[in-house]
């Protein structure tokens, strides 16, 4: 779809370090300027997708919550090419050129969680990667951009692979593709040629696109409690993030626009759509044919593990995977009285990390901090499959995250005194060692 | 297209229709065909039973949440549930005052003293159901033996049931075969059992219409069939009532009886497919269900050889609910990422 006559780029559109501005008020940019850099490593840079001038450095709402600094620039509707973008040969650059023009790129996750590409780029040495997995299981159920991607653009997910590859000097390539998506499956068996890339028809099932279960699907490797892919000899990239590395160095264009499922009920056209970053969400749905009727509920992501929206007037960013709109009849289910746990068991079924969720969210509830620590809440991916199974509705990942949060502050809290305390025994000597 | 009010909420957006409500609801349709059943076996008698059970125990529970001041939560059925199994325990021609304070019992000391749905140790139907046990034994057990002369004395089917087994007895056909096997121990005396009577010849009245005994096990066949219901609407898991079920029969036939017998007769199939499944009493993950289901086997089969009581069910049950807080701390799923050591480096 084209841009809108204004774009809004935050300049946090990833994990880690936001950005600073580099460009201000009237200055011109062009498409692929970059906008906003962070010096930090953890961080991505984020570049114009149009033509024209800055109108403003403000902040303005952003999708994942609360307001993010972000550059607004009007467009001229020209879509003048940055001409400093050229396309550059990935064969003749070595593993750390690689990542640097990765990174130059604004790469990041393209599944949603929206993680720094060159990061994941950089596994350390004492962590050799043997299988780089490219995921085109759907994250989440209604979000089919990587299923359009596959069919479209396998030859470009095949490439950014084999960059990926030789970024981290994996010589073994797997693409998991779930079974639902025959057509997906065909199009990628016929594009790859190389014996060293596999491709893996994995079973459908919610949240078979979650990193540590496709890890353990694939390779029947687990990930450490605590630990990274790397930590395994694995690098994980959403296909979207192949496609995009791929079409970077094909064309220098860095990443300024994203496939974007717009679908839900009450969407008139549901679409896979090529948004230019930072086009607002209203747009997006305009290029859907607008909504039949007022949704009750908007989405950015999926169903099981999306952000709640209070308004359309929200940019599309890099982790934009869909926007989902739900009538009230999908989004409204039976609250029920104060939940009560009946010890029913459908969470420690569903759990994909094989917690009991309903312990996690009691003891979290009754604030039993080291039984929390003790049935690993850590260990928590957030897949939200505990709460949409419980039939007592009750919000048992909401609690789990709480959980999480409190935890973290209280063991800050501990360690703070701690230390406080080390130093005043220091001056005193002895103290009674307690909590 | 200008802003509407959206609903915001944290993730995830829908939910599985499921409900507690639902999940009561689908095991009382699991059992009304066995309910049914025993009324047209048993008589208006049954009837009564039922009436004054499940009435005690909505009683309780009413009386309970009224007098905590809480939320009365009759409208989850779970009351209406606990009442009906224990009536499916009791003996039909059981005293229908009994029946009323066993329920009350069930809900009020069974349930509510806890805290309410999920939070019981014991199973609430069969706490009512062993209260009244030890309270009024005669009467429970005079239930038993009257049964056959009574209830459906005379009607084609009785007429047929007597002629297949050849036992005009109103003894249970546990305690007859405690009798056969174990006269001293037998609280009910050798009375009524015809000599040399063979366990087999059981079989077909105690799966398709047993007269003595609990208005629940009339039909072996129509709790199995309730139980696949249960496991095709996902309700109950197959690993307590099929573990539990089997262990009961390999250490019978261990013990050298018949072992297709000792699963058909008593309280097994009901207790195995309807109370020991409970979800509040029993463990919540696959390993601990395991463990428990082995459990109750056993302690079902040292109750029924080597104690006075012709039945084991309803304590092993009882026993093996006491011990679920036990498994669900020590038998827990494996966390995944947490044992297996990391390849070719230390964890971060």
């Not at chain 2, 990422?337 to 390849?343: D, L």
Request: charged share 15%; net charge neutral; glycine share 12%.
């Amino acid at each position: 779809m084209d841009a809108p006559s204004t774009v809004v780029l935050p300049l946090r559109q990833h994990l880690g370090a936001p950005c600073s501005p580099t460009v201000g008020k009237g200055d011109r940019v062009l498409v692929g300027t970059v906008v906003g850099d962070a010096e930090a490593f953890v961080s991505a840079p984020v570049h114009s997708s149009v033509s024209g001038t800055v109108q403003n450095v403000a902040p303005y709402p952003h999708p994942a919550g609360g307001e993010v600094l972000a550059v607004i620039v009007e467009n001229d509707g020209e879509n003048e090419i940055d001409p400093g973008l050229s396309p550059r040969d990935w064969k003749k650059l070595d593993e750390d050129g690689i990542r640097r023009a990765v990174r130059s790129a604004g790469m990041v996750g393209l599944g949603g969680a929206a993680f720094p590409t060159h990061v994941k780029l950089s596994p350390p040495r004492q962590y050799p990667i043997d299988t780089v997995i490219l995921n085109g299981a759907e994250c989440e159920p209604f979000l089919t951009s990587d299923y359009r991607l596959m069919l479209e653009a396998a030859e470009e997910i095949v490439e950014g692979l084999r960059i990926i590859m030789k970024a981290v000097g994996a010589p073994r390539g797997v693409v998991a593709v779930e079974d639902n998506k025959p057509q997906a499956l065909r199009a990628m068996a016929e594009t790859i040629r190389d014996p060293a890339i596999e491709l893996r028809s994995l079973h459908t099932r919610y949240p078979q696109g979650a990193e540590k279960v496709l890890i353990t699907t694939v390779l029947g490797r687990e990930v450490p409690s605590g630990g990274l892919p790397m930590h395994v000899g694995v690098v994980v990239n959403n296909v979207g993030t192949a496609q995009a590395i791929a079409r970077y160095f094909r064309t220098g264009m860095p990443l300024v626009e994203r496939v974007v499922t717009v679908t839900g009920s009450v969407v008139r056209d549901p679409s896979n759509l090529l948004i230019p970053l930072g086009s607002s969400f209203a747009s997006a749905v305009e290029a859907c044919g607008g909504f039949s009727e007022t949704p009750a509920k908007v989405i950015m992501g999926g169903p099981m593990m999306g952000l709640a929206q209070y308004t359309l007037d929200v940019p599309v960013v890099k982790g934009t995977s869909g926007i989902l709109a739900l009538s009230s009849a999908e989004a409204g289910y039976e609250i029920l009285r104060e939940p009560v746990c009946i010890r029913c068991g459908r969470c420690v079924q569903a759990c994909p990390m094989n917690l009991i969720p309903n312990y996690l969210a009691i003891y979290g509830h009754r604030e039993k901090w080291a039984d929390l620590e003790r049935l690993h809440i850590n260990d928590c991916i957030e897949c939200g499959c505990c709460t949409y199974t419980c039939p007592t509705r009750n919000p048992i990942v909401q609690l789990i995250k709480a959980g999480k949060v409190e935890l973290e502050r209280r063991k800050a809290l501990v360690e703070k005194r701690r230390k406080d305390k080390a130093g005043a025994e220091q001056g005193e000597g002895g103290g009674d060692g307690g909590r | 297209m200008e802003g509407g009010r959206f609903i915001v909420s944290t993730s995830p957006h829908i939910r599985d229709p499921i409900t507690t409500r639902r999940i009561m609801c689908h095991v009382i349709v699991a059992l009304a065909p066995v309910t049914v059943y025993a009324v047209v076996i048993h008589g208006i008698h049954a009837f009564y039973v039922l009436v004054s059970s499940i009435a005690g125990a909505m009683l309780g529970e009413l009386a309970m949440q009224r007098g905590r001041g809480l939320p009365v939560t009759l409208d989850d059925c779970s009351a209406l549930l606990t009442g009906l199994l224990l009536a499916l325990t009791l003996p039909p021609q059981l005293h229908w005052w009994i029946a009323l304070v066993a329920g009350l019992v069930a809900t009020v000391l069974g349930k509510q003293i806890f805290g309410g749905l999920g939070h019981n140790l014991f199973n609430p139907a069969l706490v009512g159901r062993a209260v009244a046990f030890v309270s009024w034994a005669g009467y429970m057990n005079a239930g038993y033996v009257k049964t056959a002369a009574i209830g459906i004395a005379n009607t084609a089917t009785h007429k047929a049931i007597v002629k297949a087994v050849d036992v005009a007895s109103g003894a249970s056909p546990l305690a007859a075969m405690k009798i056969v096997y174990d006269p001293a121990s037998s609280p009910i005396g050798p009375g009524g059992v015809p000599h040399g009577i063979q366990a087999s010849s059981y079989y077909k009245p105690l799966f398709l219409a047993n007269p003595w005994g609990c208005l629940g096990e009339v039909s072996a066949l129509l709790l199995i069939l309730g139980g696949i219901y249960l496991l095709a609407v996902r309700v109950i898991g197959w690993r307590i009532p099929v573990i539990y079920v089997g262990t009961v029969a390999v250490l019978t036939s261990f013990t050298g009886r018949d072992p297709l017998f000792y699963t058909l007769a008593g309280g097994l199939l009901i207790g195995a497919i309807f109370m020991a499944t409970d979800y509040t009493t029993s463990p919540l993950a696959d390993k601990g269900k395991i463990l428990y289901a082995l459990g109750l086997g056993l302690v079902t089969w040292l109750l029924r050889f080597w104690s006075n009581n012709p039945e084991g069910v309803m304590f092993a049950i009882l026993f093996m609910n006491g011990l679920v807080p036990i498994i669900d701390r020590y038998i827990l799923p494996r966390t995944y990422g947490t044992v297996k050591k990391p390849r070719g480096g230390e964890t971060s």
